[in-house]
């Protein structure tokens, strides 16, 4: 991510695209005391009531200014809490907002608020070698003597570079091969908070003022592991920042949420998202509108889209999927659930997601005809014939069903029953009937039984 290519505007959106998605509701899945005398204190400065404009470092962040206000404002009274939860949705800046926050906290130099971006200090965190910064990724091997050092480092030099970069290994198994799937699930086990976290505590800090610990996807915790966390959140060593980022605060044990003060990062909007495609990526200015309302608020997941090669297929399978599910063809469904299939389970999530896109584009057709302003642009006629041919269908259950198996496909069920199973419950709600939930939970399961 290049800074010096300008700073995404922050326009704001016009009342009737707030309305429009207020009447959609299409939810997310669319979707740090001194230790001794020898201590050098923080540069000091004042106590402000108001946050003066942002720093540079600060000002690559998109969109999540109560955020970004609130720690700095914490800088400037130096009041750091020891642990922070910054939580929210998917690709929204979670991690990039931490890894800013990682970077003021070490710098020494004016302003007392943000990375001054020229000391050594914000060098070595620029290039993630800065001896009191500590990124932590969940990694999907058993054993810590077995995972690869050099990805993992990798990884977090990536960091650097760009935060808004995909770097876990579950959406990203390979840095090299976009293209590349992985089933293995990654956690944080008790031997890596040992060995990464509890362990390095116990030493003094190299050369910054804090030392900082940055944890990702902190909802991967095993049991075991957040209870070992938990007492280091307990009891932490003096001058130490806890810097988490989660997707699902929820997941957390809640004596782990009790430790944290909770930041909230919310969706970023469709112009912010287009314009730092324009600035940071080049990108055409027709690719940058499609791209940013596809990504539904996720700068991430623009970016994902932006680099992938197969996303004109993956848009031609979702209308391929409608088809077959309104025609129910027993070979036209087998060929299409196989060739999803196929695609492996992060890939089917990516263009369930881009249904929900192409839902989404119904029901802006239905609602406003020809001057809807439709994400799938160039398939303005084909979402024109779905609405003329299919008046009676369903649009808001079959957002709900793409949903549900959205969520299902994150629980590893079998793909193809559930694609497959899908498929029937879109033919209902095509032709406007009852439409039963995509699956029963085993304990109502029973109770209906009896």
């Given at each position: ?34 230790e ?39 800088l ?9 939860l ?102 944080y086990r ?77 969706l ?33 997941r ?26 129910q ?44 302003p ?77």
């Open positions: 991510m290049d800074e010096k290519k300008g700073i995404p505007s922050r326009t704001a959106p016009t009342d009737r695209s707030e309305e429009l998605e207020a009447s959609l509701h299409i939810r997310e899945n669319l979707h740090m005391h001194p001794s005398s020898a201590f050098t204190p923080r540069r000091a400065a004042p106590c402000l009531p108001v946050v003066p404009p942002a720093a540079m470092s600060w000002s690559t962040i998109l969109d999540q200014d109560r955020v970004v206000d609130a720690l700095r404002r914490a400037l009274q130096d009041r750091v809490a020891h642990a922070y910054l939580h929210g949705p998917d690709g929204v800046g979670k991690r990039a907002v931490a890894y800013e926050m990682a970077r003021a906290l070490q710098c020494p130099e004016p302003p007392a608020d943000a990375a001054c971006d020229a000391c050594p200090a914000c060098r070595k965190t620029r290039r993630m070698v800065h001896p009191d910064v500590h990124v932590h990724l969940p990694h999907p091997w058993g054993k810590e003597e077995e995972r690869d050092e050099e990805d993992m480092g990798r990884r977090i030099r990536r960091l650097g570079d760009n935060p808004y970069a995909t770097i876990d290994y579950v959406r990203r198994p390979s840095l090299t091969d976009p293209s590349e799937t992985s089933n293995k699930q990654a956690y008790i031997n890596q908070v040992r060995q990464d976290l509890i362990a390095p505590m116990s030493l003094t800090r190299g050369e910054g003022p804090y030392k900082v610990n940055l944890l990702t996807d902190v909802e991967k915790m095993r049991e075991e592991a957040a209870n070992a966390f938990l007492k280091l959140l307990e009891e932490p060593p003096p001058r130490t920042v806890f810097l988490l980022t989660t997707s699902r605060p929820e997941q957390l044990l809640p004596t782990i949420l009790s430790r944290c003060q909770r930041l909230r990062c919310d970023l909007r469709p112009e912010t998202i287009e314009q730092a495609l324009l600035d940071w990526e080049d990108a055409a200015p027709e690719t940058a509108s499609m791209l940013a309302r596809m990504a539904d608020g996720s700068y991430r623009a970016l994902e889209l932006s680099q992938n090669e197969n996303l004109l297929t993956s848009r031609e399978l979702v209308l391929d999927y409608f088809r077959a599910a309104y025609s063809k027993i070979e036209r469904l087998d060929a299409c659930t196989q060739t999803l299939q196929d695609q492996g389970r992060e890939r089917v999530k990516t263009v369930l997601r881009l249904m929900l896109r192409w839902i989404r584009d119904l029901i802006l057709y239905r609602t406003m005809g020809e001057e809807a439709l994400v799938n642009v160039d398939q303005r006629d084909a979402v024109a014939e779905f609405c003329g041919n299919l008046p009676d269908a369903d649009l808001h259950a079959m957002t709900r069903l793409v949903e549900t198996a959205i969520e299902l496909t994150s629980r590893n069920v079998r793909l193809r029953v559930l694609l497959m199973t899908l498929a029937r419950r879109l033919n209902q709600a095509m032709r406007g009937g009852s439409v039963p939930p995509l699956y029963v939970p085993l304990s109502e399961a029973k109770r209906q039984s009896r």
